[in-house]
């Protein structure tokens, strides 16, 4: 049976984005994938939802598909609401791209890291200011299931590399790692 992907945007843009739609067509190498938008975004609103609506429509569309296995693949706020929802249904896998550690105000986002019980991995990259590295390593340490870390050199928070003389050749090199390691977390889940 094929994997199903639900692929959640991040605050700011939604699955149309360019960076949605790029990663879409890449992961549906993997899987169907099947991307979503939440009610603010479809609505026409900047400002997210708060955190219970966000979780119970990331929820909805998760329930809508019939197709198991299932992993919740999410970029920032998507991750960080697909954490959420994997506490309430179970899923296979779970993928963060750029997960934000740290809110707006500054406080920590690390308690439904503790709660998990599903197999994450979290693409960061080394300047994402709203995920501090040496904080993330901190909160996997104290993680009760098993997480893989992929560090994407000079990546921000859109794990976008913003300096250097090739920076083309440097992004779709790292674009390449990256998803070479969501295939090989995947993998590890594979469909029977």
Do not use: N
Request: aromatic share 6%; proline share 7%; charged share 20%.
């Amino acid at each position: 049976m094929p994997r199903t992907i639900l692929f959640a945007p991040g605050a700011g843009a939604p699955s149309t984005s360019s960076w949605m739609t790029a990663w879409a067509t890449r992961l549906e190498a993997l899987g169907r994938v099947v991307p979503m938008d939440y009610p603010y975004m479809v609505a026409g609103r900047k400002r997210p939802d708060p955190q219970p609506k966000l979780i119970a429509a990331h929820r909805a569309e998760l329930e809508k598909l019939a197709d198991r296995p299932v992993a919740l693949i999410g970029k920032s706020m998507g991750s960080r609401i697909g954490c959420h929802v994997a506490l309430e249904v179970k899923v296979d896998a779970l993928v963060c791209f750029g997960y934000p550690l740290r809110g707006q105000s500054g406080a920590l986002r690390d308690q439904v890291l503790l709660e998990l019980t599903t197999p994450v991995l979290f693409i960061q990259g080394t300047k994402d200011a709203l995920c501090p590295l040496d904080e993330l390593e901190s909160v996997r340490a104290r993680m009760r299931v098993r997480s893989t870390l992929h560090v994407v050199e000079g990546g921000d928070h859109s794990l976008s590399i913003s300096r250097g003389k090739s920076k083309q050749e440097q992004q779709a090199a790292e674009d390449a790692a990256m998803f070479a390691a969501v295939r090989a977390h995947l993998a590890q889940f594979a469909p029977s």
